[in-house]
């Protein structure tokens, strides 16, 4: 009986069995108790969960999806790329399913409410893709009109440069045929008067360019047209250069020179920092326009007045050769310098209209350019032109036309991005029609779960005297476990924990107050008793195997000592020297070979 008590008390198993169920007695308590109010509130979760809660789960899935269709064509709308519309209106496509099936989940009247809307919505994104793709066709087809419109400006250039240089030839070869008397006089008037004009000219015309390009960069928010022209601009600043360097070898103009140098320093700042306008910049530029323009004006006019000069010094041994001199080749050169301002400021202003933000500012934008072109056209009809070159002008026309021209491209997709957003403004309407019904049918059945939600908590108030008596009788249980673990199971394993530590630190000391413990503890009690006597035992045979090996030592190393004074002294016996005897005791065992060796010598 007295063992049974014990086991009784002192087994783990049993107390914690016990504790157990104890809970799993106060848990039945709950769980019938929950059962019970269960069967009383099973009715109104069923009306609450078959018929509130689903109407307004679908008006929420209507509402989240509103939502991504409104996502979708606002990527719809910020597409950089025909690709990009066209991943916004499959993700339309995909919203506008899960909102139909949403739709389709309320009531008929509401969703046959909302279908029109719906269809209308889809119309709707359709028309908007169909603006984006026309803008973006637009935007394609000013890109190569852009494009071609550079390459044709920069062959009419090319082409008067040559021809201008065609004319300073012949002009040379006039002057080898004048008579000597005129022969130095000429040359210096082809070799400075004539190429100094057409430098000056073709300078002009550099700086009428790049601050058209300037003016263009400033007004422009496309990425690709600026960085078009920002490449016009290095090529127009690396030919500008050339002209600069020339005028400064031929000692032309020095007094407008430093002008023109301060000018092309601004525009070299600004390439440095890709033509981006600062505050200030376009002023400055303008005020730097106006001062070169003047300067080459003064030039061109003492050019001019240099020439007229030596066409009358010359004229008295040859005033036909230079008359036609003057009236020919000088003309001719003048005329391409001509040519070439009004090709530079038709391209120019074409640039600058393709940078328009919006329609009104693109019909003034046309109207400058007409009256560029019909600059050009009028001068095209008084002077000598090459069949190349008329051909080259009429393609630079033609992409000036008010129809089809870079202006006419640029207001079309200024209008398909005005249609776009017109539409998306319809779309969002509709949406948010479709939205506003949604919220109308969800706040009804949120109303409607809230009613059935009341009747809900009125049962669950029933019961929850009866769940606070089981709580109480739970919190008893738990005030007591903790009281009851520490007595029985912690108390008497925290003893055995110190025992442990205590022969772990080595202190072998009788294990005691473990005799009236049974189960588990018990047994651990004794186990570690056991194990003391194992550690007893264990440090008695660790002491006698010391000893042993004190002694082993001990007498190894008398014997090394026996052994290196007998070969010593043999060493110096083998030497010759008789006289050596062993006269230190040897340990014991080994006195009678010192006698020995004695006796032997």
Do not use: C
């Amino acid at each position: 009986m007295r063992r049974l008590v014990s086991f009784l008390f002192g087994s783990i198993a049993i107390k914690i069995s016990i504790s157990m169920a104890a809970m799993g007695a106060m848990a039945g308590a709950a769980v019938l108790i929950g059962l019970m109010v269960f069967n009383t509130l099973s009715a109104s979760l069923n009306t609450l969960l078959g018929e509130q809660l689903p109407g307004l789960r679908h008006s929420v899935t209507v509402i989240e999806h509103t939502g991504g269709i409104r996502d979708a064509l606002s990527e719809m709308l910020l597409a950089g790329t025909p690709a990009g519309v066209e991943a916004g209106l499959a993700r339309f496509h995909d919203e506008k399913a899960y909102l139909e099936e949403g739709m389709n989940g309320l009531p008929e009247a509401s969703a046959a409410a909302m279908r029109p809307l719906l269809a209308k919505l889809e119309t709707e994104a359709g028309d908007m893709r169909a603006a984006l793709s026309d803008r973006f066709a637009r935007d394609a087809q000013l890109d190569q009109t852009i494009a071609g419109f550079r390459d044709l400006s920069q062959q009419a250039r090319d082409l008067l440069v040559q021809m201008s240089d065609d004319a300073a030839y012949d002009m040379e070869l006039a002057g080898e045929q004048t008579v000597q008397a005129v022969t130095d006089t000429l040359t210096a008037l082809m070799d400075y008067d004539f190429a100094a004009t057409a430098l000056v000219l073709r300078a002009r015309s550099e700086i009428n360019l790049l601050s058209g390009i300037a003016i263009a960069l400033a007004e422009t928010v496309d990425d690709g047209l600026a960085e078009r022209l920002r490449g016009i601009a290095e090529a127009s600043l690396g030919e500008f250069d050339a002209i600069l360097a020339e005028l400064e070898e031929r000692d032309a103009i020095p007094d407008q020179l430093p002008t023109l140098v301060e000018t092309r320093a601004v525009f070299a700042e600004a390439s440095r920092q890709g033509f981006r306008a600062r505050a200030g910049f376009m002023d400055r530029l303008m005020v730097l326009r106006d001062k070169s323009e003047t300067a080459l004006t003064y030039a061109i006019d003492e050019l001019t007045y240099n020439l007229m000069i030596g066409a009358e010094d010359t004229a008295t041994f040859n005033s036909e050769a230079v008359v036609r001199l003057i009236d020919n080749e000088m003309k001719f050169i003048r005329d391409a310098a001509r040519m070439e301002l009004a090709v530079e400021t038709v391209v120019a202003t074409a640039f600058l209209g393709a940078t328009v933000r919006n329609l009104d500012t693109a019909a003034a934008a046309q109207a400058e350019l007409d009256a560029a072109a019909e600059a050009l056209r009028n001068l095209a009809a008084e002077i000598y032109m090459t069949d190349e070159l008329g051909v080259i002008v009429e393609g630079i026309l033609a992409f000036a036309a008010p129809e089809t021209g870079i202006v006419a491209t640029r207001a079309d997709m200024l209008a398909a991005q005005a249609r776009a957003e017109r539409t998306s403004v319809a779309a969002y309407e509709q949406l948010r029609r479709i939205g506003d019904a949604a919220v109308a049918h969800g706040d009804a059945a949120l109303l409607a779960a809230a009613e059935a939600g009341d009747a809900v908590l009125a049962d669950a108030d029933r019961a929850e005297d009866q769940l606070r008596m089981v709580a109480l009788g739970s919190l008893a249980l738990v005030v007591a476990a903790p009281l009851f673990t520490w007595l029985f199971i912690l108390r008497p394993m925290g003893r055995l924990v110190r025992v442990t530590e205590r022969l772990s630190k080595g202190d072998l000391a009788p294990i005691t107050g473990f005799h009236i413990s049974g189960g588990e503890i018990g047994r651990m009690a004794t186990a570690l008793g056991v194990f003391r006597e194992g550690l007893i035992e264990r440090e008695r045979m660790q002491e006698h195997e010391r000893a042993t090996e004190e002694e082993r030592r001990a007498h190894a190393a008398a014997q090394h000592d026996v052994v290196t004074r007998l070969a010593d002294a043999l060493q110096r016996l083998s030497a010759g020297d008789l006289s050596e005897s062993l006269e230190k005791p040897f340990p014991e065992d080994y006195e009678q070979l010192r006698h020995d060796f004695n006796a032997t010598v």
